[in-house]
C-alpha cells in the first residue's frame, strides 16, 4: 500500500511538473531597449509583440527610438512606464532659443484607428506660430473671442519673452483680434484634436508641458517637447494575467487578436490556459498517461470500498 501510495505521488509529481505553471519561469521574449530606453509592453519592436494599438509605431536607429505616426517621426526621449506617459521631440519644434518657420515641424496629428491610445497630456500646450487670418484656428469666433488661452499657466504672453522671438523682431502688441490674427495662438490639443500645421495654416509650431505641480517661472525653465499620455483602453487584465504566468503579451498575425506567447506554444488566455492557439502540446500524452495513473492506482486503492464510487459522484 506504501509503495502504491508513494508511485502514485510521483506520478501526480510528474503531471504537475508537465503542467505549464510549474515550467520554468520564461524570460519575456518581447522586452528589448533602445539605447538607454526599455522597450516594454505595450510598446515593442518586434512585429507581434506588444499591444496591437501600438505595432508598427516605434522603431530604433543607432540606439535612437523614433515614434512614428501619420503626423512624422519623432524622436522618443523616455517612456514613463508609471504615468503611461511619452515625451516626444520634434526637431522642427521651436523652443525660447529657437523659432522654426516654413510649415516643416510635424505638429501631432495620429491615425483614426490609433488615435484611442494616445492623447498630449491636459498640461501640454500647443503654441501655433504665424497663423493665417484665414486659418480655421480663427474661424467661428465671432469678435475678440480667439481659441487661444493659457494651458497650465504657459501661453503664448510668457512665450513672447523668449529670446528667440527678439531675433525674429517680435513688437510686443496685444493679440487683439481685427488688427489681424496674433502671431502666437496656445491651445490644448482637445480643443482641436489635430495639430496639423498645413491645415492650420500655420507657419511653425512649439510645444510645452509642465512636469512638476508648481509654476515653473518663465517660458526660460518650461520643457519643450510634447508630452503624450497612452492606454490600452482599459484592456489590461489580458497582459497582466499572462505575464503572471510567465508569458509576453502580443498578438497574432492579424495585427488585432491578442496572443500570449508561452515560448513553446501560443494561448489566446494566458499559459496556464488550455486553449492554445497553435503548436503541438509537447507534454500532453505525458499529461493523459499520468492522469491515466493516478485514477488507476485510486481505483486499485479503494477497489472493494463500495462506498468510495458514490462519494466520488
Ligand atoms: C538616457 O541617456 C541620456 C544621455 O545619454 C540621458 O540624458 C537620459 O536621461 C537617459 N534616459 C534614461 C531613461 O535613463
Ligand atoms: C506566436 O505568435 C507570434 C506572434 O504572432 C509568432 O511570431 C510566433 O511564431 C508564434 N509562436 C508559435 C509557437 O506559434
Ligand atoms: C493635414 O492636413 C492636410 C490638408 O488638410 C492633409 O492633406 C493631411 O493629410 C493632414 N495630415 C495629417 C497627418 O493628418
Ligand atoms: C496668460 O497668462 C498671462 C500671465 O502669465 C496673462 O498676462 C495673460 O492675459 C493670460 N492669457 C490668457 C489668454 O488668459
Not at 480663427?138 to 493659457?150: S, T, Y
Request: proline content about 4%.
Amino acid at each position: 500500500m506504501t509503495s502504491l501510495f508513494l508511485i502514485t505521488l510521483s506520478f501526480s509529481f510528474l503531471a504537475l511538473l508537465a503542467t505549464p505553471s510549474f515550467a520554468t519561469i520564461r524570460a519575456n521574449s518581447c522586452r528589448s531597449y533602445c539605447g538607454n530606453i526599455t522597450i516594454d509592453y505595450p510598446f515593442a519592436l518586434d512585429y507581434g509583440c506588444g499591444h496591437p494599438g501600438f505595432r508598427d509605431l516605434l522603431f530604433c536607429m543607432n540606439d535612437v527610438l523614433m515614434f512614428h505616426i501619420s503626423s512624422g517621426s519623432y524622436r522618443v526621449l523616455d517612456i514613463d512606464y508609471a504615468y503611461q506617459a511619452l515625451t516626444l521631440h520634434d526637431p522642427h519644434l521651436s523652443t525660447c532659443d529657437n523659432i522654426v518657420l516654413g510649415g516643416k515641424g510635424n505638429g501631432f496629428a495620429i491615425e483614426h484607428w490609433r488615435a484611442p491610445y494616445f492623447n498630449p497630456t491636459a498640461d501640454n500646450v500647443f503654441m501655433l506660430i504665424g497663423c493665417s487670418a484665414q486659418s480655421p484656428l480663427f474661424q467661428g469666433f465671432p469678435g475678440k473671442h480667439l481659441p487661444c488661452r493659457n494651458i497650465s499657466g504657459m501661453g503664448c504672453e510668457d512665450y513672447y519673452d523668449c529670446p528667440a522671438w527678439n531675433l525674429l523682431g517680435h513688437k510686443k502688441v496685444g493679440s487683439v483680434y481685427g488688427s489681424g490674427p496674433p502671431e502666437c495662438c496656445a491651445v490644448a490639443f482637445e480643443a482641436i484634436k489635430a495639430i496639423n500645421l498645413s491645415k492650420l495654416e500655420c507657419e511653425g509650431y512649439s510645444s510645452a508641458y509642465s512636469l512638476a505641480p508648481l509654476r515653473v517661472d518663465g517660458p526660460g525653465g518650461w520643457s519643450y517637447g510634447i508630452r503624450v499620455k497612452y492606454s490600452v483602453q482599459g484592456n489590461e487584465e489580458f497582459c497582466r494575467a499572462c505575464e503572471a504566468t510567465g508569458g509576453a503579451c502580443g498578438f497574432g498575425t492579424d495585427g488585432v487578436k491578442q496572443l500570449c506567447m508561452c515560448g513553446s506554444f501560443n494561448s489566446t488566455k494566458n499559459c496556464d490556459s488550455e486553449s492554445s492557439t497553435s503548436s503541438k502540446r509537447t507534454w500532453s500524452l505525458v499529461d493523459a498517461l499520468a492522469g491515466i495513473f493516478v485514477c488507476m492506482s485510486m481505483w486499485i486503492q479503494h477497489e472493494g470500498d463500495s462506498t468510495w464510487l458514490i462519494n466520488m459522484m
